[in-house]
């Protein structure tokens, strides 16, 4: 039963009251510049998209999950590289947003640009509320919030620099496995939304 306490003492610990909040606002910059991302479709990203989403049409729903797990994973990976998955994190949220309006422009025909802004708006506000999108957006927000807590850490240390990097290391790995979890569950969410082709 100690055992039991201890680590529901660290869990509350490591997931703080900081790092929710953090959390949170990191969820909401994320969503912000994958809906900025609407304004500006991008070919490139349309095509990359849709090649995704054909590839994974192709698989079994074991296969979606796979796919789409390590898809997010390497993306979150990078996320969890300090300051620079930050930045990155961002840029691939703008990304993908150009890519949703890409493919509603494809797809829809629609060529003014608020029209198009307005229909991939909504798009992306239901992918970004559906389980799995806040599943694996959460997971996302978690390793950005987690990342910049790491550097806030480590750079101002407010005790011995080489324990406070030690027990940063550890609390951000706990972090980063429970992102990968997020990302598991989110990846079987998805996966029936894929029709098979």
Same mark, same amino acid.
């Given at each position: ?11 509350? &610990? ?5 790092? /929710? ?6 969820? =909401? ?8 991302? =609407?304004?500006?479709? $991008? ?7 849709? *090649? ?5 049409? *192709? ?12 898809? $997010?994973?390497?993306? $979150? ?5 300090? /300051? ?24 829809? $025909?629609?060529? *003014?640009?608020?029209? =198009?802004?307005?229909? #991939? ?12 999108? =806040? ?10 919030? #987690? ?10 240390? &407010?005790?011995?620099? &080489? &324990? ?18 997020? /990302? ?12 098979? *082709?």
């Amino acid at each position: 039963m100690n055992k039991l306490t201890d680590l529901n003492n660290y869990l509350k &610990k490591v997931i703080s009251y900081e790092r /929710l909040k953090l959390t949170i606002v990191c969820f =909401l910059v994320f969503v912000f510049f994958e809906f900025a991302g =609407l304004l500006f479709p $991008n070919h490139e990203q349309t095509t990359l998209a849709l *090649s995704q989403i054909k590839e994974m049409q *192709s698989k079994n729903f074991v296969g979606k999950v796979q796919y789409i797990f390590k898809e $997010n994973a390497v993306q $979150n990976a990078y996320f969890a590289i300090p /300051l620079f998955g930050v930045v990155y994190a961002f840029k691939v949220a703008f990304a993908t947003g150009q890519a949703i309006a890409g493919i509603v422009s494809r797809y829809l $025909n629609i060529t *003014s640009r608020y029209d =198009l802004f307005m229909t #991939s708006f909504g798009y992306a506000f239901v992918l970004a509320i559906m389980p799995h999108g =806040l599943l694996e957006y959460g997971a996302y927000a978690l390793t950005i919030a #987690s990342n910049l807590l790491f550097l806030k850490t480590t750079l101002f240390p &407010k005790e011995d620099r &080489k &324990k406070v990097l030690k027990e940063a290391l550890k609390d951000y790995a706990v972090v980063l496995v429970i992102a990968f979890v997020l /990302l598991v569950l989110g990846a079987i969410a998805e996966a029936p939304y894929i029709k098979s *082709s």
